[in-house]
């Protein structure tokens, strides 16, 4: 029997990068996905093709985060083709356009919130009525939540994803009780397309290598086999927790 077999999964996020993975990760490992977007369907339809290739079943959804009434119009699609749900992995984030707190515009700065914050608490709070009892919430967060010093014009994100941390705490209390474990992954510096732009150079990608300790850059597939354990019943044990996912590269 695969690790999932039976259960039912949302990802936001999962047409791209970090999300594609972990959706391709728990669909291929049993798990019938939500396959959510925002904008580029011809992406989560490959997604969704490649875990039905493998064996597997899964669904796209479309939903833009961050913006009034999003978290009840992603359920809304996803409650007319799945019954309940057992893990909920809150991937979907977004970086600031406006970098450094000189430059930061209220407006950027509600933008950042809206996706990093907003959009998860909202996303999460329809959700645990759906939730069923042992089921698992992933947040993907960040090492700079942790390390905000390192990058200081990242400072809206920083304070974004720190939120988040804390919205992990306080659930994993509140749903304890229901054998739910809520928990934080924080990646570093992962290789996809939306690190590309800071990884434009081989000069760069050896650079952002050598911070981590284990001497390469992050893959997708790191993050999404972490959040396979967490989902699973085998990190049942392990809830509340912020888990650092960067191959050392905070130490």
Same mark, same amino acid.
């Given at each position: 029997m695969k690790t999932f077999e039976g259960k039912? +999964?949302?990802v936001t996020g999962s047409s791209r990068g970090i999300g594609r993975s972990v959706a391709l990760r728990l669909g291929q490992e049993g798990a019938r996905v939500a396959v959510h977007y925002r904008s580029n369907e011809a992406a989560a339809k490959e997604v969704v093709a490649a875990i039905d290739a493998a064996g597997g079943s899964a669904f796209t959804i479309q939903a833009e985060l961050g913006v009034p009434g999003d978290a009840e119009a992603l359920f809304d699609q996803f409650d007319r083709i799945a019954d309940g749900l057992d893990i909920l992995v809150n991937n979907v984030g977004a970086e600031p356009a406006e970098i450094g707190i000189g430059e930061t515009t209220e407006g950027g700065f509600d933008a950042v919130f809206a996706v990093n914050v907003k959009a998860p608490f909202f996303v999460t709070k329809q959700a645990m009525s759906r939730l069923r009892d042992g089921g698992r919430i992933v947040?993907?967060?960040?090492?700079i939540s942790r390390s905000a010093s390192s990058q200081p014009e990242y400072v809206t994100y920083a304070?974004?994803?720190s939120g988040l941390d804390t919205?992990?705490?306080a659930l994993a209390k509140q749903l304890g !009780?229901?054998?739910i474990t809520v928990n934080t992954v924080a990646p570093g510096l992962v290789e996809t397309e !939306?690190? +590309?732009a800071k990884?434009?150079?081989?000069?760069?990608r050896q650079f952002a290598a050598s911070l981590a300790c284990l001497g390469r850059l992050g893959q997708p597939e790191d993050?999404?086999?972490v959040v396979a354990f967490l989902a699973s019943a085998d990190g049942g044990w392990v809830t509340g927790q912020w888990l650092d996912a960067s191959g050392g590269m905070l130490l």
């Amino acid at each position: 029997m695969k690790t999932f077999e039976g259960k039912t +999964a949302l990802v936001t996020g999962s047409s791209r990068g970090i999300g594609r993975s972990v959706a391709l990760r728990l669909g291929q490992e049993g798990a019938r996905v939500a396959v959510h977007y925002r904008s580029n369907e011809a992406a989560a339809k490959e997604v969704v093709a490649a875990i039905d290739a493998a064996g597997g079943s899964a669904f796209t959804i479309q939903a833009e985060l961050g913006v009034p009434g999003d978290a009840e119009a992603l359920f809304d699609q996803f409650d007319r083709i799945a019954d309940g749900l057992d893990i909920l992995v809150n991937n979907v984030g977004a970086e600031p356009a406006e970098i450094g707190i000189g430059e930061t515009t209220e407006g950027g700065f509600d933008a950042v919130f809206a996706v990093n914050v907003k959009a998860p608490f909202f996303v999460t709070k329809q959700a645990m009525s759906r939730l069923r009892d042992g089921g698992r919430i992933v947040n993907i967060s960040s090492g700079i939540s942790r390390s905000a010093s390192s990058q200081p014009e990242y400072v809206t994100y920083a304070m974004a994803k720190s939120g988040l941390d804390t919205l992990t705490a306080a659930l994993a209390k509140q749903l304890g !009780p229901r054998g739910i474990t809520v928990n934080t992954v924080a990646p570093g510096l992962v290789e996809t397309e !939306p690190t +590309a732009a800071k990884l434009f150079s081989e000069e760069a990608r050896q650079f952002a290598a050598s911070l981590a300790c284990l001497g390469r850059l992050g893959q997708p597939e790191d993050i999404a086999a972490v959040v396979a354990f967490l989902a699973s019943a085998d990190g049942g044990w392990v809830t509340g927790q912020w888990l650092d996912a960067s191959g050392g590269m905070l130490l």
